[in-house]
C-alpha cells in the first residue's frame, strides 16, 4: 500500500516493499542465485525512483560484489561473473534514484571489476568493452547533467586513464580510440 508521507513523497509500506523487492539469503537456500537481483523490476518513472532506497540497493551492491570476490580468488570464475553483473545491475539502478559521487564510483568500480575479470581470463576484448562501458557512460552522463560535472571529471579521468593503459597494454578498437579522442571539459575539479 503507498501513501503520501508529509513532506509529499511517495512510501510503500514494509509489506509493499517485501513483496516488490524479496529479500534472499543464499545461505537458507543452500544455492547461490545472483540472477535474483538482476530480476528486481527497475523504476518505471520518477514517482517509482521516490521509493527505491538507495542505501538498500548499495548494501545488495556490496554483498554481490564480496559474493563475486570470493568466488573470484576461488577461481571459479563463472559464478564470479554472475555475480559481477548483478552488482553492475544494481549500480545502473542507482544511477537511476539520484547522481552523486559515491553511485558514480559504484558504478565505474562494478564496470572495472568485471574488466579485470575478463582480462584474467585473457579476453582482452570484452575487458576492453566494459572500460569502453565505464568511460562512455560518464560522457553521456556529462552530456546530460551539465550542473553535475564536478562530480563527473575525477571519474571521467581516471577512466580515461585505465582504458588508455589497457590499449597500451592489449590493443585499441576503434570504439576506444574514438572515447579516448573525446576531451573532457576543464572546470574547477
Not at 538507495?54 to 570470493?70: D, E, F, V
Not at 571519474?155 to 585499441?172: I, N
Request: hydrophobic share 35%.
Amino acid at each position: 500500500m503507498r501513501y503520501v508521507n508529509q513532506k509529499g513523497v511517495f512510501v510503500q509500506t514494509e509489506t509493499e516493499q517485501t513483496e516488490r523487492f524479496p529479500r534472499f539469503s543464499l545461505h537458507q537456500s543452500g544455492q547461490e542465485n545472483p540472477a535474483v537481483t538482476s530480476s528486481l523490476p527497475k523504476p518505471a518513472s520518477t514517482i517509482h525512483s521516490t521509493t527505491i532506497n538507495p542505501q538498500g540497493l548499495i548494501k545488495r551492491w556490496q554483498y554481490a560484489t564480496n559474493a563475486a570476490s570470493r568466488r573470484y580468488k576461488s577461481l571459479n570464475t563463472s559464478i564470479a561473473r554472475r555475480w559481477y553483473l548483478s552488482a553492475l545491475d544494481l549500480s545502473e539502478r542507482l544511477l537511476q534514484t539520484r547522481l552523486c559521487a559515491e553511485h558514480l564510483a559504484i558504478h565505474v568500480v562494478s564496470l572495472h571489476n568485471l574488466a579485470d575479470l575478463e582480462s584474467r581470463l585473457r579476453r582482452f576484448d570484452q575487458a576492453r568493452s566494459y572500460h569502453e562501458q565505464a568511460l562512455n557512460r560518464l560522457f553521456m552522463l556529462m552530456r546530460d547533467n551539465q550542473d553535475k560535472l564536478t562530480l563527473l571529471f575525477p571519474h571521467l579521468h581516471r577512466c580515461k586513464m585505465s582504458l588508455a593503459l589497457f590499449c597500451r597494454h592489449y590493443g585499441s578498437s576503434s570504439a576506444s580510440n574514438l572515447l579516448l579522442r573525446q576531451s573532457i571539459p576543464i572546470g574547477n575539479h
